[in-house]
């Protein structure tokens, strides 16, 4: 892994992922087992972002999941630096993997997913709040995000579930991004933005990662790829699995019924 | 659990290998688990999988077969609920707890009107000065989205949806620090529904309360709880993080539940 630091203190290992394993046993499909992941190492340092490489269906996307404590892994171990300490992830309490998703881990998700019906602006807002900000404040900075992406002023006060695809992938990055996360797993958020909004959303991680947040990402555009990575990691497809043209990226409950066929 | 204080070390409601039958079949068997403050637990199952059974059990409705329910009091000392004195366990269930019902028509007086329906709770607490309740009761009408004008109508006279925003008013006038809530959802219109599941989504997070919701619903699940347990033949067969059960489910009856889900 090759790495490009932009300071010259010594690196803060913020991620570090050990010998990490996943597989998927389909129970409703005759019990067939699916490896995804294994052995995957990971170091990301603050400062640093880590782009994961790798074809379509060779986990990249679970590995996000796993790093979210979205996934469970039957084996390994995914280190998080929250509060100064380095907390295991695999086996934690739900309610600590709570509390390190709310002050250390930001995830953008491919997709706006969950979308309660409040105003975008709210929706933004909230993060903040809860980690106790003031909600003026807090209405400030989601306003300010929501400038730079370029979401007219008038959507503000509307409920996203109308907003056009790009919109709302916007409004899921600007709701990450209220927070200063010192942690960012990012799956491909600039998927569906055009030209200037792509610029916006390089331009936000670079500022992440000046402030010192380690990021793990996945960007199939080259060119954003190339203004925001330090790093690269490519995830193999395990050499157990004949499931190699299974795409493990977009592998949800709701379809994993139809992987089988 | 806000983000300034310190992860706390005693949970809210402390379940340990709670067990119920009816006439030798187990309607509940060796549930445990901890709540902690601040969290919404979702129980998810069939009808006949045991969570509502599960829900009388630890809100004190119905006496267990064997197994501790202990509840932090305000004094922060966790005592077994069945333990407690009859008149300790009204003040719990008037003051402390919630309990929103599935049908609102269990959960209100119906021969009252929606303004004395939230004084009730209110009374019960001590208040006396019938200006201030008044005003309390008209201020939660608004809170919960009804015109705080029709604080002299009866229940009766509401629609459904509007009965069970009544009910949730009645319950969270007192700011009760844990509250269960039985398919709150279940009998209303999708759109009537999802209005109500917003307006329960912040009133929790405003309140920072702690619930333990029993639904068969596994979008409310998705949207309100923190954490989900499934339940099967009266037994717990699966617990986790919300979106890890319902993303990633291990336990074969749990991932039968999260893909039998009709897609829209």
Redesign the interface.
């Known amino acids: 892994m090759t790495k490009d630091m932009p300071r010259s203190e010594p690196a803060i290992p913020m991620v570090q992922v050990r010998n990490l394993h996943k597989s998927f046993t389909l129970h409703t499909q005759g019990g067939i087992e699916l490896s995804v992941l294994s052995a995957t190492d990971l170091t990301v340092s603050a400062g640093e972002c880590v782009a994961l490489m790798g074809p379509s269906g060779a986990g990249k996307s679970t590995v996000l999941r796993c790093l979210y404590g979205n996934y469970l892994p039957q084996a390994g171990a995914i280190l998080i630096r929250h509060k100064g300490h380095m907390i295991n992830l695999v086996g934690a309490e739900p309610r600590n993997v709570l509390a390190i998703r709310r002050e250390t881990l930001g995830y953008v998700s491919q997709f706006l997913r969950v979308i309660p019906r409040i105003p975008a602006i709210d929706l933004i807002c909230e993060p903040l709040v809860t980690l106790g900000a003031d909600p003026e404040a807090a209405r400030e900075k989601a306003a300010a995000l929501l400038t730079r992406l370029r979401i007219p002023e008038r959507h503000w006060s509307l409920a996203p579930a109308t907003f056009s695809g790009g919109e709302q992938q916007r409004i899921n990055i600007a709701r990450t991004m209220v927070v200063d996360y010192p942690v960012l797993l990012l799956d491909e958020p600039t998927a569906s933005l055009d030209a200037e909004n792509r610029h916006t959303v390089i331009d936000l991680i670079l500022e992440a990662r000046e402030r010192g947040a380690a990021i793990v990402g996945i960007f199939h555009d080259a060119e954003v790829r190339d203004a925001v990575c330090s790093a690269q990691y490519h995830v193999a497809v395990p050499a157990d699995s004949d499931e190699s043209s299974m795409k493990a990226d977009e592998m949800n409950s709701d379809d994993r019924q139809d992987l089988a066929g | ?4 204080e310190e ?1 706390l070390d005693q949970p809210l409601l402390r379940v340990t290998n709670l067990t119920k039958s009816y006439g030798g079949n187990a309607a509940c068997r060796d549930v445990s688990f901890d709540l ?1 403050p601040g ?1 919404i637990l979702a129980v998810v199952g069939e009808s006949g999988s045991g969570k509502t059974t599960l829900l009388k059990c630890i809100s004190a409705q119905l006496a267990c077969d064997d197994g501790r329910i202990e509840y932090l009091m305000r004094d922060g000392i966790l005592r077994d609920i069945h333990g407690l004195s009859e008149a300790e366990r009204r003040f719990l269930m008037r003051t402390d707890w919630g309990f929103v019902h599935q049908n609102p028509r269990d959960g209100l007086r119906m021969r009252v009107s929606a303004g004395a329906n939230i004084a009730e709770r209110m009374i019960a607490v001590g208040g006396r000065n019938y200006g201030k309740i008044r005003g309390t009761a008209e201020d939660w009408m608004d809170q919960v989205e009804l015109d705080p004008g029709r604080v002299d109508h009866q229940p009766g006279t509401f629609s459904g949806g509007m009965q069970q925003r009544l009910q949730i008013a009645r319950n969270l006038v007192t700011h009760p620090r844990l509250v269960f809530m039985d398919e709150p959802t279940g009998g209303l219109d999708v759109s009537v529904q ?2 109500l ?2 307006l329960l ?2 009133l929790v ?1 405003k309140m920072q309360l702690s619930a333990v919701l029993v639904t068969h619903d596994l979008a409310v699940a ?2 309100l709880s ?2 989900i347990m499934v339940m099967q033949g009266g037994e717990v067969i699966e617990t ?2 919300t ?2 059960v ?7 009856y749990s ?2 539940l ?2 039998s ?1 009709l ?1 829209v």
Request: glycine share 2%; aromatic share 2%; no cysteine.
């Open positions: 659990m806000s983000s300034t992860i902690w969290e999802a209005r599941l917003d989504r912040s997070n998705r949207l923190h954490r986790g993080l979106d890890q319902l993303d990633d489910p291990q336990h074969p991932q039968m999260v893909s889900i897609p």
